[in-house]
């Protein structure tokens, strides 16, 4: 027996593919009968040779569902060909493609002054509407859900001209009321407050209620220790917040489809993720931080537009309790929106965002003994190939008590054709999970979902996003500069929150508010910058058919190096902490082990994006040339000359944002602990301007 085509058909009606297998797809030199998943084909020469089990010529097609799609596979009987087998099997892929295309579903359009957000959707979405009825506060959340892929539609869709809210004037006004105004309180509450406790006068802005999030957070003990450096919290105020720590965390891809040699096992990653936050007690602890620092918080207030004159900024807000407008202004205006950010449109427009990866789940409890172990995490895992499009990935990590947070999601070009659906990532979340671990889906206790856009940007250099306007700085998802791997916003800001503050804080002690200087505040790292191929490698292009088995081949191809590194080397690939021989290494072993990686790379990608990235890897070069000769003694030249470097504040800030490039993004061994000495001068209370 030989398997000769393997296809995955992107509906999850699979009685519906396997009906037009047996009424309607005919060959005519071949006999076909029925089976109870598809059809034989079967041709004899004579009728000497049909009693002859070895001269039989058949072929068997059939098709099963998993991960709410279809897949079908053709096996030969024997090792002689088949008659007329390659026209028969293009034959087969011509019409089943034409019979059931790539389909990239919308959610209605909706009233709700006529009908609860469950009724509207209930037709389109039944299990998530099912289980979100489950959930404490669940119609409040599937609204969000609803507006927050309403709103990604929107900047996808418009990204030449985007709507605008920033507008400027050449005006000048007197003495803003705040010196920082932050949009987004989930990720934007963790800068506010330690900016606020430097002295500075802040504002948050949080559409939501306060400390009210639709996602969950894990970090590493090492991350987690920048907060406290920071002075941000303590130790025990750290463990307050703190649900689990797990023993293990484990990376492992659907090999199932893969050649002998493209299998992997599994990579285990203790240190990566491994910390659960209660996300709603971190939240109100660094509420409680900024506050205490005279900080002010403004919930349930949405944002509404922007003026930018010389001296400050004047935003428009809409407080959605009364439904009434009002105006604040401040020196400076920090976006932290997210995905949901029209600012970031507006700076960036078509390439506000390259990829984005829609993340859907929940925190839930009741399963069963013996399906988990609460010690444990799934960092990465698949459980089957290509599915509509998508490589499916999960994430699992234990909570509080028997809790679990799980997320689907899959890497996603930005497209205007297929923007990527979360409602439809629902329905499959509650279709498939039991799939994914032996459970009675019926006897969970839903306790809040999880979901949002994490963004991706492809950086050729460090100046290749805008993140800044005058008088205006993105931070977290809205800057997009994270990792393309596990980090979103969140592990991204954690990681660089040292490089943020003390870079903003030099920007606003010395007044360098245009965007050519608040430009160079960001999070970007070339090493990350050289893997965005990687995760465009996780993307099936928008109307494209792959082999389904191809993602999670490239996947293991790499990860199974990963496993048979070091565990430093694999904790250190994934925290985003490599160097160039690293990356450089891992790379060549990874052609050599499977030459077709490149081929299917360039399939992937095209032309454009490997010249993009091509000079990506140039700069990572210069940057890891230019960091072998000045990573040691640089700092310590800035320290020793701080006082006259300073009397140039523009070039101070020049200086500072080079030396956090140079050692941002290498494993702690090789940090340099003279990088703090160069700065920590530099933050203290700011002058009163």
Known sequence: MKQLLYLEIPTPDTASVRDWLQTEFTVEICAISRTPDGIRLRVASTAQDETIPDKLQE???????????????????????????????KRLQTLIRKRFPNQYPEPPAIDLSKQTIFE?????YPKTVKYFQEMPNGEYDLKRAYWWEQRWREGVRNPVQPRQVIFTHDT?????????????????????????????????????????????????????????????????????????????????????????????????????????????????????????????????????RADIDKSQVNVTVKNLTHNTEKQVSARLLVDAMGTASPIAWQLNGSRAFDSVCPTVGAVVSGFPPGVWDSDY?????????????????????????????????????????????????????????????????EKLEWKKPTFGYIPGHFSTNSNSRTVAFDRLVAIGDAASLQSPLVFTGFGSLVRNLERLTKLLDCAL????????????????????????????????????????????????NFFGLLADSSEEVAENFIKDRF???????????????????????????????????????????????VGALLGSWFPNFLAKNKTWLESNPGLWLRLLTINYALHTGKPPSKQQTVLRAATTASVQKPEVI
């Not at 068997?60 to 088949?82: A, E, N, P």
């Open 579 to 625: 160097d160039w021989l690293t990356f450089n290494g891992l790379a060549l072993r990874a052609a050599r082990k499977n030459p077709a990686l490149l081929p299917w790379i360039w399939e992937l990608a095209g032309a454009k994006d490997l010249f993009r990235w091509l000079g990506n890897y140039i700069n990572f070069t210069r940057h890891a040339i």
């Open 377 to 441: 995490g799934d960092v990465l895992y698949s459980h089957g190939d290509i599915s509509r499009g998508r490589q499916l990935i999960w994430e699992l990590f234990p909570g509080e008590n028997d809790e679990l947070t799980i997320y689907l999601f899959h890497y996603h070009q930005v497209n205007a054709e297929n923007p990527g659906s979360l409602l439809e990532m629902y329905e499959d979340f509650f279709t498939i999970l039991p799939e994914y671990k032996r459970c009675d889906i």
């Open 172 to 304: 000048k006004a007197d003495n803003p009321e705040y010196d920082l105004i932050y949009i987004g309180g989930a990720l934007g509450v963790i800068h506010a407050a330690i900016m606020a406790r430097l002295g500075y006068k802040v504002l948050l802005i949080e559409r939501l209620p306060f400390g009210r999030m639709n996602r969950e957070w894990n970090i590493s003990r090492d991350e987690i220790q920048n907060l406290i450096n920071l002075g941000l919290v303590t130790s025990n105020e750290i463990e307050s917040v703190i649900a689990r720590e797990y023993k293990d965390g484990f990376n492992k891809f659907f090999d199932g489809n893969n050649p002998k040699k493209l299998k992997a096992p599994v990579l285990h990653t203790p240190k990566v993720l491994n910390v659960s936050l209660k996300s709603d007690k971190w939240l109100q602890l660094c509420g409680e931080k900024l506050k205490a620092a005279g900080g002010q918080i403004w919930d349930e207030t949405e944002f509404i």
């Open 120 to 124: 509207a959707l209930s037709e389109y």
């Open 509 to 556: 002690k010395h007044d360098l508010l245009s965007a050519q200087h608040l430009n160079r505040i960001r999070a970007f790292q070339s090493n990350i910058a050289v893997t965005w191929m990687f995760s465009k490698g996780m993307m099936v292009p928008t109307g494209k058919f792959l082999p389904p088995e191809r993602i999670n081949s490239m996947l293991n």
């Open 59 to 89: 072929l068997s097609i059939f098709v099963w569902s998993v991960q709410r799609t279809t897949y079908l596979k053709v096996f030969r009987w024997g090792d002689k060909t088949f008659n007329h087998e390659a026209k028969i099997l």
